[in-house]
């Protein structure tokens, strides 16, 4: 058997695996990768899959960065089923279909600036709606804990990971040569006690562990604290008559944000005159989706289906599925609460409404779940003083509040919680899902306490597994991380710095009005050159 690591490795986003058994080829996950320009670029190589070759597709969960892909496959050639739970399913018709608009809105936005700079061949969108109502119609729902075949001599089963609706984790067991070898694959494992979804369950023992490891360096703050961030982020912005601006998945973060606003709504501590808005089409629709789907809510969210005080609360959420009706918050003055996406900052409403609002300092911005690496939401965690929005620079003089205690992944302890009943066979375990400085932390504590040592895969490696050993692995490093040619680059900058002074002289004797137009160029190259040597 061959695992290549299409993703989610060494880094947080793209999750894939392409996995060779039994005469197949199939993917655990087919995600989309987030981040700067470079690590959104594999998002269009599209040779890794060899997407007609593919005989099936088993999805963990419903967010983008695990199944984004799947339209892509779809429009270079998949044909075959894709495996899911029931909510995973419907979140993914809403979800599916939301990214293939944005990948058309951007694609017709790149057009329009390629024409007024007198560009040709603009990028084609990633994908389009044609191919992501395709791709769902490939969905196949599966039941938790009823294991099926997708293939002769494999069978797979799905275990509640607690992550989001509907998210999984699953168990292959694989019959090749004479030998059965088990994987457990984690997706996103979930917090004990989290908001609305059940607590994550542990599969049965396994030969290996594919294990996600984002908060690996890091335990949660004290989740019953969240609550009272939340509170403390309303009062600074109401008290200063601004805006509170929530950045959060449309799926699972916003209904549990939802509910800790209740939450203060019970105590008091919602002001009366503070509308709420949930600006987010996707989240008004994935709203109704979990209503329909709370067979596997915890009991606590349950409950609340049927408490007089959460109705009347939620009759204050003002919902705003339209443009028009998203423009018009920002047109009105006053304090008020803005749920929006994209979560991490890098599309959708919630960059319109930062616009309006980085910039003022009685402003707050709550970021309330993981900030991939290269997105602007998470240079605004690490304390940005500028972020660039529509192409203007913008000074960062709201208030930033981290609150992790909303996080969907397990943080550390909980992470090696969850492992802990697994490791009784003493299982290889793979760290998939996190950054480097997470996952090598994380594989020093479990050594610690199980006296294993994880594997840490890197982008693109390919690794052979004989039973319960791993035979072979083989790097693509170049292909993984080209080389940045740094001797280049500062050797042409300097080359052409070098072209600029010789040309100064004759610049010096141009009449007045020219001479300011190239000043006014060379600022804003100082002023780039300054941004830069900010970053380093």
Not at 6 to 29: H, M, N, P, Q, Y
Not at 93 to 120: P, V
Not at 123 to 133: C, E, R, S
Not at 354 to 377: D, M, R
């Amino acid at each position: 058997m061959k695992i290549q690591f299409l993703g989610a490795a060494r880094t947080v986003t793209g999750s894939c695996f392409l996995i060779e058994a039994c005469g197949k080829r199939f993917c655990v996950d087919c995600g989309m990768h987030q981040g700067n320009k470079a690590i959104e670029a594999r998002n269009r190589d599209e040779k890794n899959y060899d997407a007609p070759r593919l005989d099936f597709v088993l999805i963990t969960h419903a967010h983008i960065d695990h199944s984004g892909l799947l339209p892509l496959l779809t429009k270079q050639g998949f044909t075959n089923p894709a495996y899911c739970t029931k909510a995973t399913a419907e979140l993914l018709e809403i979800m599916l279909q939301d990214s293939a608009h944005i990948q058309e809105m951007e694609a017709m936005w790149q057009a329009k600036k390629f024409s007024r700079r007198g560009l040709q061949n603009p990028p084609a969108p990633l994908y389009g709606m044609d191919d992501a109502v395709k791709a769902i119609s490939q969905l196949r729902p599966v039941e938790y804990h009823t294991s099926f075949e997708p293939a002769p001599g494999i069978r797979v089963t799905y275990y509640d990971a607690g992550h989001i609706l509907g998210s999984g984790s699953l168990r292959l067991e694989v019959e090749e040569n004479g030998k059965t070898t088990s994987i457990i694959f984690s997706g996103d494992i979930g917090r004990p006690h989290a908001l609305i979804v059940r607590d994550p369950e542990s599969p049965p023992l396994a030969d290996y562990i594919f294990m996600e490891s984002t908060y690996g360096d890091r335990n949660h703050k004290n989740e019953s604290l969240s609550v009272q961030e939340l509170a403390e982020a309303i009062a600074y912005s109401y008290g200063k008559r601004e805006k509170v601006i929530i950045p959060a998945f449309a799926v699972e973060r916003t209904q549990e944000v939802l509910f800790c606003l209740f939450k203060l709504y019970e105590a008091g501590k919602l002001p009366e005159d503070m509308p709420i808005y949930v600006d987010s089409p996707m989240a008004i629709r994935a709203t109704e989706v979990f209503a329909r789907n709370s067979d596997v809510f915890d009991e606590e969210a349950a409950a609340l289906l049927h408490n007089k005080d959460a109705h009347n609360f939620m009759g204050r959420v003002r919902y705003t599925p339209s443009a028009a009706e998203s423009m018009q918050i920002n047109s009105t003055s006053g304090p008020a609460i803005i749920i929006s996406a994209s979560g991490m900052c890098n599309a959708g409403r919630i960059r319109h409404h930062l616009k309006h609002n980085i910039w003022k300092p009685g402003a707050s911005v709550v970021f309330v779940g993981y900030q991939a690496v290269g997105t602007p939401g998470r240079k605004l965690v690490e304390q940005a003083k500028k972020i660039t929005l529509f192409g203007e620079d913008m000074d960062v003089a709201a208030r930033i509040f981290t609150i992790n205690g909303f996080s969907g992944h397990a943080g550390q302890s909980q992470l090696l919680d969850w492992l802990a009943p697994l490791m009784a066979n003493q299982p290889q375990v793979v760290l998939v899902h996190g950054e480097s400085t997470a996952q090598e932390t994380l594989a020093g504590l479990i050594k610690e306490r199980f006296g294993a040592s994880p594997l840490i895969p890197d982008y693109m490696e390919e690794m052979t597994l004989e039973g319960k050993q791993v035979a072979a692995t083989v790097q693509h490093e170049q292909q993984a991380r080209p080389r940045v040619n740094w001797p280049f680059l500062t050797s042409e900058v300097e080359r052409k710095w070098a072209m600029f002074k010789d040309r100064l002289a004759d610049v010096e004797n141009r009449p007045w009005e020219s001479q300011t137009e190239l000043q006014e160029a060379l600022a804003k190259m100082d002023y780039a050159m300054t941004r830069l040597l900010s970053r380093m």
